[in-house]
């Protein structure tokens, strides 16, 4: 089994900054992409970045320019810098990895942590 553990989350006034981190465990063959997702309090859940394991990355609109996805494959980590936040962006936000394991190829999910956004 894979096991994601994000940290990093928590309550930044609007303008601010903060840095998730999403450690991936287990027997793990490979990942390829790797991403964040978020999901607002009656929303449904939304992208917010992902990146494959060759460094290409993708934002929506609404993110770019702002966020910043990373990952370092050594340590099956993805990183997302967010800056300039906005109380819009309070949600909380899930990582995401597509792993290879003895199992086949899945799609994994941590457990979420919480960005709150104050104005």
């Known amino acids: 089994q894979v096991q994601l553990v994000e940290a990093g989350g928590g309550l930044v006034q609007a303008g601010g900054s903060l840095r998730l981190s999403c450690a991936a465990s287990?027997?793990?063959?490979?990942?390829?992409?790797m991403g964040w997702y978020r999901q607002a309090p009656g929303k449904q859940r939304e992208l917010v970045a992902t990146?494959?394991?060759?460094?290409?990355?993708n934002y929506p609109d609404s993110v770019k320019g702002r966020f910043t996805i990373s990952r370092d494959n050594a340590k099956n980590t993805v990183y997302l810098q967010m800056n300039s936040l906005k109380p819009e962006d309070t949600a909380v936000y899930y990582c995401?990895?597509?792993?290879?394991?003895?199992?086949?190829?899945?799609?994994?999910w941590g457990q979420g942590t919480q960005v709150t956004v104050s104005s």
């Open positions: 995401n990895a597509n792993a290879l394991t003895s199992r086949g190829a899945q799609s994994y």
């Open positions: 287990g027997i793990i063959f490979s990942i390829n992409a």
């Open positions: 990146i494959t394991n060759g460094g290409n990355t």
